[in-house]
């Protein structure tokens, strides 16, 4: 053990990192609910169907989109991977959760970049249960593929490789070479990028509406299977945005993100809320870290 008397303020400093999220039952996390205000999980909770007396998913949600924010530093990424932890339980949700920063650029994100990554979470969460998707939900999601990235010519190089990929594989695995290698190409800023996230966004409903059969299909999954009674995804990182980025991502593109049919907490940065109120507006429920609910 170290001496504490040979510390110096270097030592302590290289250990005290505040940009790093604590996972659940990190031996440096301490319980801060009492010193958050009047914001509370509970009330999150509630919104979202739990009576927490009984740690019980009562209220299945339908389509319930979250916006967890607050200052940067306060713990919000934290304060996501214990809710997270919580609420995925086969009495409560099967959660999926994305961190942004690892899986995306958020110095670049849109709406169509999540869309990608939520497949590529989605899909490789169902493998790692055992998980098979009928053909039937693949089979639109593959039609699209074909249709508006195998057809664009500056992105057909990219397709015949990631088919060659996807192919060599069983199960959901090919599924998930496809959203993997498409948000690789985003995050990684190949020629490709723009070709994709158009390819996308021209078809974006079109998308969606493939993505809502599998989602609606994999809710009804995990009950049956005893792993949670309802699909939440849980988005992380997507407070690091610039305040124009920010702005079009929760604001002006929030039509394209509330296509897709399930559960959300969002991550986001405070200065959204100052924006004359649109994004609580546009939400079903906001939730303020350290500080009261704004809705």
């Not at 040979?6 to 302590?12: K, L, N, T, V």
């Not at 994709?196 to 049956?224: M, P």
């Amino acid at each position: 053990m170290t001496d504490h008397a040979d510390c110096s303020i270097w030592d302590y400093r290289d250990n005290l990192r505040f940009d790093e999220p604590l996972e659940t039952g990190d031996k440096r996390l301490i319980e801060l609910s009492r010193a958050r205000g009047d914001y509370s999980r509970e009330r999150l909770y509630h919104q979202l169907g739990i009576d927490t007396r009984r740690d019980l998913l009562r209220s299945i949600p339908r389509g319930q989109y979250l916006l967890f924010d607050g200052h940067r530093g306060c713990g919000k990424s934290t304060e996501l991977r214990v809710m997270a932890d919580y609420l995925g339980d086969p009495d409560r949700f099967f959660v999926v959760f994305i961190d942004a920063l690892k899986s995306l650029d958020v110095n670049n994100l849109k709406y169509s970049d999540l869309l990608l990554a939520q497949g590529e979470a989605l899909a490789a969460a169902l493998d790692k249960h055992g998980i098979r998707v009928p053909s039937v939900y693949l089979t639109r999601l593959y039609d699209w593929f074909k249709q508006r990235v195998e057809t664009v010519e500056r992105t057909r190089s990219l397709a015949a490789e990631l088919k060659t990929s996807a192919e060599a594989g069983g199960g959901n695995i090919p599924l998930l070479k496809l959203f993997a290698g498409l948000t690789t190409a985003i995050r990684t800023g190949t020629s490709y990028k723009e070709q994709i996230r158009l390819a996308v966004q021209d078809s974006f409903s079109e998308l969606a509406d493939a993505f809502n059969a599998l989602v609606d299909w994999v809710a009804g999954a995990v009950d049956e299977r005893g792993l949670g009674k309802a699909l939440l995804f849980v988005i992380d990182g997507t407070d690091r945005l610039r305040r124009d980025e920010a702005e079009t991502f929760f604001i002006h593109d929030i039509h394209q993100l509330r296509l897709v049919r399930a559960n959300f907490v969002y991550c986001a940065p405070i200065t959204i809320l100052t924006e004359a109120g649109q994004a609580a507006q546009s939400f079903d429920a906001t939730f303020k870290l350290p500080g009261t609910r704004t809705r």
